[in-house]
């Protein structure tokens, strides 16, 4: 079966750096993305990789290596607006997309 | 990228009971797409709707529990029937747009959170 992989919940303090982690087996791989989401709003596009490396958009990151299944979202010099939960998602051979349940990031002042 | 009026945003309804959910974009798209999102839960394509043809449902939800409409290209109707408890969700419309690299980006309407007595 297809699957991915994040952590529940990350706590972390205003102003720190903190990586989210999301590990993936799918029947192929056509590309990753990454969504923010707020309590109580709907899912908004963060980052996309499908080649290996590190993607660098202000004070988000993230990077894939196909190799492994692996892909984080680095988040910089966090602000409370980044409490929300993190959606790593998974586009397949079929370009179905394979979601994760997501991470919820709390930010401690 | 498309901006997306989607309706109710939130209700309140009585089992046995159905609701329709309304999704307008502004712009033409081809496919749309309605997904359901449990508490604490990942996101739960339900289904895909194309203009003009039968909307493609997901393995474990079928046309009689949720009817689809697709009158044209920047409208859908989403229909929850004969709801119970355990359909008490947030349900979102979506479609594709373009992103960097060449990806399709998914654009959500704000979600209509049903809650079922």
């Known amino acids: 079966g297809q699957n991915i992989d994040q952590p529940t919940e990350m706590t972390a303090t205003e102003g720190a750096i903190v990586q989210i982690n999301c590990t993936y087996q799918?029947?192929?791989?056509?590309?990753l993305f990454w969504y923010q989401q707020h309590a109580g709003e709907a899912p908004t596009f963060l980052s996309y990789?499908?080649l290996d490396g590190l993607e660098e958009k202000g004070r988000f990151s993230s990077f894939l290596s196909r190799s492994k299944g692996y892909s984080y979202l680095l988040l910089k010099e966090l602000q409370m607006k980044d409490s929300a939960s993190y959606l790593c998602a998974v586009r397949d051979q079929d370009y179905q997309l394979i979601w994760g349940a997501g991470t919820k990031l709390i930010i401690k002042p | 990228s498309a901006v997306i009026s989607q309706k109710p945003s939130r209700d309140i309804c009585q089992r046995g009971t159905s609701l329709t959910i309304q999704c307008q974009v502004d712009s033409q798209v081809t496919m749309m797409f309605w997904y359901r999102q449990q508490p604490g839960q990942s996101l739960t394509l339900i289904a895909t709707?194309?203009?003009?043809?039968?909307?493609?449902?997901e393995s474990g939800f079928v046309i009689d529990k949720f009817p689809i409409s697709r009158p044209n290209l920047t409208f859908s109707t989403l229909t929850v029937s004969n709801m119970s408890p355990e359909d008490s969700s947030i349900y979102l419309c979506?479609?594709?747009?373009?992103?960097?690299?060449?990806?399709?980006?998914?654009?959500f309407g704000a979600g209509s959170r049903l809650t079922v007595l």
């Open positions: 979506s479609v594709e747009t373009g992103g960097p690299s060449g990806a399709n980006v998914l654009t």
């Open positions: 709707a194309n203009q003009g043809s039968e909307a493609t449902y």
């Open positions: 799918t029947s192929g791989f056509n590309g």
């Open positions: 990789n499908v």
